[in-house]
């Protein structure tokens, strides 16, 4: 019910804005990373391992939304969210609050709160709370490059939830 609500309140602002556009889509993608634990160790062949991170994912997500001078943003968020070490693909569903204010003349520092459901695929019915935010720099074209916590409160693998670090980039059209 809340978010149908919030839908019908966001269409019913982007039908009726004839002369100035306050609207936004967004779209992202990410690599998840972890920690290599394996760091400085030799293999049978002499060659040393020198990564810190490794991959573990990949992460798209999309979203529409309000925004009030590029400064300020309330959008609707989904997307999908594959950990490869869990075996675990997650959709969330959530609410996104985006900060932006101006650094420089062209360059704005980003702040992205989300806060939704989370749901497992191919896990039977695993349903949980979603988490997140977002911390990048904003190019005046609308491009963004980010690092993110996500957070999924999801009983998987003999945990009581899970969560990922990524890095990624992120184009919003205004």
């Given at each position: 019910?809340?978010?149908?609500?919030?839908?019908?309140?966001?269409?019913?602002f982007?039908?009726?804005?004839?002369?100035?556009?306050?609207?936004?889509?967004?779209?992202?993608?990410?690599?998840?990373?972890?920690?290599?634990?394996?760091?400085?160790e030799?293999?049978?062949?002499?060659?040393?391992?020198?990564?810190?991170?490794?991959?573990?994912?990949?992460?798209?997500?999309?979203?529409?939304?309000?925004?009030?001078?590029?400064?300020?943003?309330l959008?609707?968020?989904?997307?999908?969210?594959?950990?490869?070490?869990?075996?675990?693909?997650?959709?969330?569903?959530?609410?996104?609050?985006?900060?932006?204010?101006?650094?420089?003349?062209?360059?704005?520092?980003v702040?992205?709160?989300?806060?939704?459901?989370?749901?497992?695929?191919?896990?039977?019915?695993?349903?949980?709370?979603?988490?997140?935010i977002?911390?990048?720099?904003?190019?005046?074209?609308?491009?963004?490059?980010?690092?993110?916590?996500?957070?999924?409160?999801?009983?998987?693998?003999?945990?009581?939830?899970?969560?990922?670090?990524?890095?990624?980039v992120?184009?919003?059209?205004?």
């Amino acid at each position: 019910m809340r978010l149908s609500a919030l839908l019908a309140f966001l269409f019913t602002f982007s039908a009726f804005s004839q002369t100035k556009k306050f609207t936004y889509i967004q779209f992202d993608i990410a690599i998840a990373i972890k920690g290599n634990g394996e760091r400085g160790e030799t293999d049978i062949y002499d060659n040393k391992n020198n990564s810190w991170f490794l991959p573990d994912g990949f992460n798209s997500k999309i979203g529409y939304g309000l925004h009030y001078h590029k400064w300020a943003a309330l959008g609707i968020h989904t997307g999908i969210e594959w950990k490869w070490t869990d075996k675990l693909i997650i959709v969330p569903v959530f609410a996104n609050i985006k900060l932006s204010p101006k650094i420089s003349e062209d360059t704005r520092i980003v702040l992205q709160l989300g806060l939704g459901k989370a749901i497992t695929l191919g896990r039977g019915d695993l349903i949980g709370n979603y988490k997140k935010i977002n911390l990048g720099i904003q190019t005046p074209d609308g491009l963004i490059i980010f690092i993110e916590l996500s957070h999924y409160a999801i009983p998987i693998n003999n945990q009581k939830d899970s969560g990922s670090v990524s890095l990624g980039v992120s184009l919003v059209t205004f």
